[in-house]
C-alpha cells in the first residue's frame, strides 16, 4: 500500500508558476511510476505528466515546455513544477502512483491506483 499526500496547489496570476509536492510513503520500493493527472471542472480527467522509478519522463502536449516533473528519492517525493500558466491549466491536480504486480509469477507495471487527495490550482487571466 502506498500513502500520498500532495502540497502547493494556489492562486497564481496568468504566466506565473507553482511548484506541487506529493509525498509518498509505504510500500514506496514498490512505486513503478508515479504521475500528475488534473481535472478541470466539466472536463474528463487527464495525464499531464509521468516518472518512472527510472527516471524516464513525458508530458501531456498541453504542457511540454511548460512543466517539469522531477523526483526526490531521499525524501520520497515526486514535484511538478508549472510555469508560464494559463487560465486553461487551472484544474485540481492529483498525484498517482502505479505499483509492480505480481503476473503468472512475474513483476509487471500496475495501474494508477493509489492517489493524492488533490490540490486545486486556479490561473487567473
Known amino acids: 500500500q502506498v500513502q500520498l499526500v500532495e502540497s502547493g496547489g494556489g492562486l497564481v496570476q496568468a504566466g506565473g508558476s507553482l511548484r506541487l509536492s506529493c509525498a509518498a510513503s509505504?510500500?514506496?520500493?514498490?512505486?513503478?511510476?508515479m504521475g500528475w493527472y488534473r481535472q478541470a471542472p466539466g472536463e474528463q480527467r487527464e495525464l499531464v505528466a509521468a516518472?518512472?522509478?527510472?527516471?524516464?519522463?513525458d508530458y501531456a502536449d498541453s504542457v511540454k515546455g511548460r512543466f517539469t516533473i522531477s523526483r526526490d528519492n531521499a525524501k520520497n517525493t515526486v514535484y511538478l513544477q508549472m510555469n508560464s500558466l494559463k487560465p486553461e491549466d487551472t484544474a485540481v491536480y492529483y498525484c498517482?502512483?502505479?505499483?509492480?504486480?505480481?503476473?503468472?509469477?512475474?513483476?509487471?507495471?500496475?495501474?494508477?491506483?493509489?492517489w493524492g487527495q488533490g490540490a486545486q490550482v486556479t490561473v487567473s487571466s
Open positions: 509505504g510500500s514506496i520500493f514498490s512505486i513503478n511510476a
Open positions: 498517482a502512483a502505479k505499483l509492480w504486480k505480481y503476473r503468472l509469477g512475474l513483476l509487471v507495471p500496475g495501474e494508477y491506483d493509489y
Open positions: 516518472i518512472t522509478s527510472g527516471g524516464s519522463t
